[in-house]
Every structure is written in structure tokens, then in C-alpha cells.
């Protein structure tokens, strides 16, 4: 209907049109006779008195002029005046409103997630170590948790400082904006940003959406120092990652494999009397020979693994998430203190100083 209704009118704008039109050349042909005529008179009015060659002119010009116009019929030229009128087909229009709804979906910030590491379980903060780059995801969500499909305006901050001060509202706590970059998915937008604490202490991590909190934000962010993870490399044994307490941890660590072999192992253990328990996995590394037959190793690890620890009313689970592939293992039912279990050749990845200073740009 809407279609057919499109046609008409636009058909009986191309007929008024072509109306317009010939009317315009009608016009323009008066128009033209009318100039011819006041130059004539001009030449008339300008012929001097005696000359009788250039009466005589005038005169075999005069007389044709005169018979024409005797001749000649005037036309009334009209002028119609358009309207369109659109007429509601009421049960057309009845059936659509019952059929079909319109609502407005617009961006709720208390919906919003931010993820704190690759692979990381959305939402939670977990306290992390000096040095070592933090990734962050920003799930944008309308009000009904469904991911919002349009740009927004996506801000993060951080500033380091005791907590005490960030709970005053006129802290001198200097602000360290960072740069979000926007990414494109199949289901939306998604809004990414990345920050390497220089040293342990407390931060707050403030993250806006259209100029909102977020769920959760200002987060309190916990950076311990470099060198105890370095520790927990040295002497695992005496240095938790998670410690036997009541109150909820999360703790999350970046390592990197120095040498690709068929020992590697990542995880957690924990050892008691009953023995040693180990939560983790072991890499698939794929043995080659090449036509000399010296033995290589086919890597099907990336260099970076996060692991993200959590002990809450949840349970304590851990998360392995290999950077280089995004694959990830999930472990759950992880008994209380825990130590750092590495097999192979492992170190903590932590950032150059100039590429911690080109994350905060």
C-alpha cells in the first residue's frame, strides 16, 4: 500500500511538472514577440522626419506586424493550484499498531562490564603485580542486558594514591586519562584499553560510559610488588597466590614460556598431608624432524598466559588463558592455599619501560 501510495504521487508530480513546463515555453515565446515589438517602436521613434526611404521600410514592417496581431487569438494561460491529500486507511493502520510495536533502546550504564584480563570472567577486579600490562574489555549494554549495536562515548582513568584519599572528593590525586580504542564485532561495539602500574600500591580505575559510572566504578584496584612475583617463581613454597583466608581474593598473573619442550606445565598445587594436589594443564607440543633429523618442537602455545584466580562465596576456581590463541581452560573445586606450579622453562612477563609508556597513551 505504502509502495502504490509512493507511485501516485509521484506521478502526478511528473504530470504538473510537464504542465509547469510547457506553460514556461508559452510564456517565454510572449515574451520574446513583446522585446521584438519595444525595439521596433524604439526604431520608430528614432526615425528622423523627411527620410521617406526609411518610412517606407518601416512601413512594409508595420503592416505584416498589424496583420498578424489582428490574427492572432489570445489564450488564457492557467495556473492550477496542487494538492495532495492523504487519506489514513484506519484498519490498515489498526492491523499495524496491533501487529507491531516501536520502542526506544538506549544505553544503560549500570548494565555495562568491564573485564579485567584476556579471558578473565567479567566484573571482577583481581589485585595484580607491578610491571605487568593489564588488558581491559568493555561490554556496553542497554538496559535489558542485550549488547548496545551504536558508538558511545567510552572513557577510563586511573590514579594511584592511599585509599583513604580517593574517598574524599577533593583529593589532589593527579588523573591519568587512557586511550580507549573502539572494536568492531559481529553482535556490537566494544571498547578496549590497556594500563602497566609502575609500582605496587593502591589505584583506582574509574570507567565512564557517556559520561556515567559504569557498574562497579571507581573500581579499587590492588598492584602488588614486582618482586614478589618474582619470589613465587624463585621458591614457590613460600609465597601464596591465594592465602587460607575468609575474605574474598583474586589474584591475577601473566607468565611467559622461555623454551618450548614437552614438559610445560601451568597451574596451581596445593600440598598437604594427604600429599600434593595440582589444578593446571600441560601443553600439546608437536615433535618434527627435519631432513637432517635434529629434533624441533612445534609450539601450539602462544608466548603469554594469564591466570586468574578467584575465592569468593562462588567457590575458588582459576582461569588459564593462552594470549597468543585466546583459548582457555576453566578449573574449578581448588582447595585453599595454593602455590604457583610451573613445569619447563617459566618467567613473569613483565613490560619494558617504553612500552609501559606507550600503553598509557
Same mark, same amino acid.
Given at each position: ?17 510537464? %504542465? ?43 503592416? /505584416? ?71 581491559? !574489555? ?28 580517593? #574517598? ?5 590525586? /593527579? ?21 602497566? /602500574? ?6 583506582? #580505575? ?11 566504578? /571507581? ?9 614478589? #612475583? ?10 601464596? #597466590? ?6 574474598? %581474593? ?21 600440598? !598437604? ?75 613473569? %612477563? ?12
Amino acid at each position: 500500500m505504502r509502495s502504490n501510495l509512493k507511485d501516485e504521487v509521484i506521478s502526478d508530480y511528473e504530470k504538473r511538472n510537464k %504542465q509547469l513546463d510547457c506553460h514556461e515555453d508559452f510564456l517565454s515565446i510572449f515574451i520574446a514577440n513583446c522585446n521584438s515589438c519595444v525595439k521596433f517602436a524604439e526604431r520608430v521613434c528614432q526615425a528622423g522626419p523627411g527620410n521617406e526611404v526609411e518610412v517606407l521600410s518601416l512601413k512594409r514592417e508595420i503592416m /505584416p506586424r498589424l496583420s498578424h496581431l489582428a490574427d492572432t487569438t489570445m489564450q488564457d494561460v492557467l495556473f492550477e493550484k496542487v494538492i495532495v491529500t492523504f487519506n489514513v486507511d484506519e484498519v490498515f493502520w489498526k492491523s499495524v499498531t496491533e501487529k507491531a510495536s516501536f520502542e526506544g533502546v538506549t544505553v544503560d550504564p549500570q548494565q555495562c562490564v568491564v573485564t579485567m584480563g584476556t579471558g578473565a570472567e567479567p566484573g571482577i577486579v583481581y589485585s595484580t603485580f607491578a610491571k605487568q600490562r593489564i588488558h581491559f !574489555s568493555v561490554a556496553v549494554n542497554d538496559s535489558e542486558k542485550q549488547r548496545y549495536d551504536a558508538p558511545v562515548s567510552v572513557e577510563a582513568y586511573v590514579r594511584k594514591g592511599d585509599f583513604y584519599l580517593f #574517598l574524599s572528593s577533593d583529593s589532589a590525586v /593527579p588523573v591519568i586519562p587512557l586511550n580507549v580504542v573502539i572494536q568492531f564485532y559481529d553482535d556490537g561495539y566494544g571498547y578496549e584499553f590497556t594500563y602497566t /602500574p609502575p609500582d605496587e600500591g593502591c589505584y583506582q #580505575l574509574s570507567v565512564t560510559v557517556n559520561g556515567e559510572y559504569v557498574k562497579g566504578s /571507581p573500581f579499587c584496584w590492588w598492584v602488588r610488588p614486582k618482586v614478589d #612475583l618474582v619470589k613465587m617463581f624463585e621458591k614457590p613454597a613460600g609465597y601464596p #597466590l591465594l592465602s587460607k583466608t575468609r575474605r574474598a %581474593q583474586h589474584v591475577a598473573v601473566r607468565v611467559q614460556f622461555l623454551k618450548a619442550s614437552l614438559e610445560l606445565e601451568l597451574g596451581v598445587k596445593r600440598k !598437604s598431608n594427604k600429599g600434593e594436589q595440582i589444578w593446571g594443564c600441560k601443553s600439546r607440543i608437536a615433535v618434527t624432524f627435519d631432513q637432517n633429523y635434529d629434533l624441533h618442537y612445534k609450539k601450539s602455545w602462544g608466548g603469554v598466559f594469564g591466570m586468574y584466580l578467584s575465592s569468593d562465596e562462588m567457590g575458588t576456581r582459576m582461569i588459564i588463558c593462552d594470549e597468543g590463541t585466546d583459548e582457555r581452560d576453566i578449573f574449578k573445586g581448588i582447595l585453599w592455599p595454593v602455590y604457583l606450579h610451573t613445569g619447563g622453562k617459566w618467567s613473569p %612477563q613483565f613490560e619494558k619501560e617504553e612500552e609501559q609508556g606507550n600503553s598509557e597513551l
